[in-house]
């Protein structure tokens, strides 16, 4: 009877702890760092040729005050094109005329430039919401990465986030982790589907936490039965 109450008390605590590690809302809670951060969502997965697929670009105040944000985003255009980009309400307005530092697209190149300002309604987070998404289509079969264009500094042609002040300072103090992706003949046959395998590799993370509960349960109840006999 010991040993199955251990067991008990054991997987209750695996449990507990996978679903708390594994679930981004507590990983996102329990960082250390007070930098604002980028990111993007999924972060990794994979997709067909030929199918089309979306990126969210995330941002996270980390409770500090942004009046704008430039992300300048990388992609490898020989492998992916990008189909467009799709704006949120994050910030009161995004620049989207050509021609400027603060806006653009090549698919030559492989670039896109989102800036987001808002002086009257500043941002200020402390969970991620999406700044911007990103459609691309699927070209031809290989592993890619999409990154953020960072220095640090506040230069053209740079990521940034800018803060409360005058002037502005770059709260965005370390560079935005990339994604990346797989790029396969086949997304069905590979055994998932677009946009990626990000959502099923949480998924299974939780699903193992969830299955811990469910196990724990089970044991439970036979103990109590076993006890009621």
């Known amino acids: 009877m010991q040993k199955l109450k251990a067991i008990v008390i054991l997987l209750f605590s695996m449990g507990i702890t996978t679903l708390m ?12 760092s007070t930098n604002s951060m980028l990111s993007f969502s999924p972060s990794s997965g994979f997709t067909g040729v030929g199918d089309e697929f979306f990126l969210d670009i995330n941002l996270n105040t980390k409770g500090n005050t942004s009046l704008s944000t430039r992300a300048v985003v990388l992609f490898e255009p020989e492998y992916v094109e990008l189909i467009r980009v799709e704006y949120t309400n ?4 995004y620049t989207k005329e050509t021609g400027g530092q603060e806006f653009g697209t090549s698919n ?3 670039y896109v430039v989102v800036t987001g300002i808002c002086n009257n309604k500043p941002v200020s987070n402390n969970t991620p919401e999406t700044f911007a998404t990103l459609h691309f289509k699927a070209k ?7 990154e953020f264009r960072y220095s640090g500094q506040d230069q053209p042609g740079y990521t940034v986030v800018y803060g409360n002040g005058s002037p502005p300072p770059n709260i965005l103090q370390e560079k935005p982790p990339m994604g990346s992706y797989k790029i396969v003949q086949d ?8 946009p990626g395998t990000a959502f099923v590799q949480e998924s299974v993370f939780i699903w193992i ?10 044991v439970s109840t036979i103990i109590i039965l076993k006890k009621k006999r």
């Open 187 to 194: 997304a069905t046959a590979y055994g998932g589907t677009t």
């Open 90 to 93: 994050l910030y009161c307005n």
């Open 140 to 146: 031809k079969i290989g592993d890619i990465n999409i």
């Open 108 to 110: 030559n190149t492989g």
């Open 21 to 32: 590690l594994l679930t981004p809302a507590y990983a996102e809670a329990t960082t250390t």
């Open 209 to 218: 936490g969830i299955s811990l509960f469910i196990v724990t349960g089970l």
